[in-house]
Nanobody
Framework: QVQLVESGGGLVQAGGSLRLSCAAS????????MGWYRQAPGKQRELVATITNDGTTNYADSVKGRFTISRDNAKNTVYLQMNSLKPEDTAVYYC?????????????WGQGTQVTVSS
């Protein structure tokens, strides 16, 4: 089973940038779709972006034009480049297999990485 560890979060001013990394303990080449998710306190977890092995990407409307998801299967890592950050982007960010995030009631998420954007 592939274990995922998120990193790269921190405190940043509005308009700033951060690059999140999702490092896997094993190969992710066999995982077609990977995704980044986020959850703010008291709010439901939401899908931020997805990427498939053929390079197809999708983004939530709230982050289009600002965030870029990418993957490096050779390094077993998925990235999320976040630019023009806004206070509403503040949340804990998680990565996971997209197919697992689609399972109703799924709740086996890692620690995530905290992103805090100040105004």
């Amino acid at each position: 089973q592939v274990q995922l560890v998120e990193s790269g979060g921190g405190l940043v001013q509005a308009g700033g940038s951060l690059r999140l990394s999702c490092a896997a303990s094993g190969a992710i080449s066999s995982i077609n779709a990977m995704g980044w998710y986020r959850q703010a306190p008291g709010k439901q977890r939401e899908l931020v972006a997805t990427i498939t092995n053929d390079g197809t990407t999708n983004y939530a409307d709230s982050v289009k034009g600002r965030f870029t998801i990418s993957r490096d299967n050779a390094k077993n890592t998925v990235y999320l480049q976040m630019n023009s950050l806004k206070p509403e982007d503040t949340a804990v960010y998680y990565c996971n297999q997209r197919k697992l995030g689609l399972i109703r009631g799924y709740n086996y998420w890692g620690q995530g990485t905290q992103v805090t954007v100040s105004s």
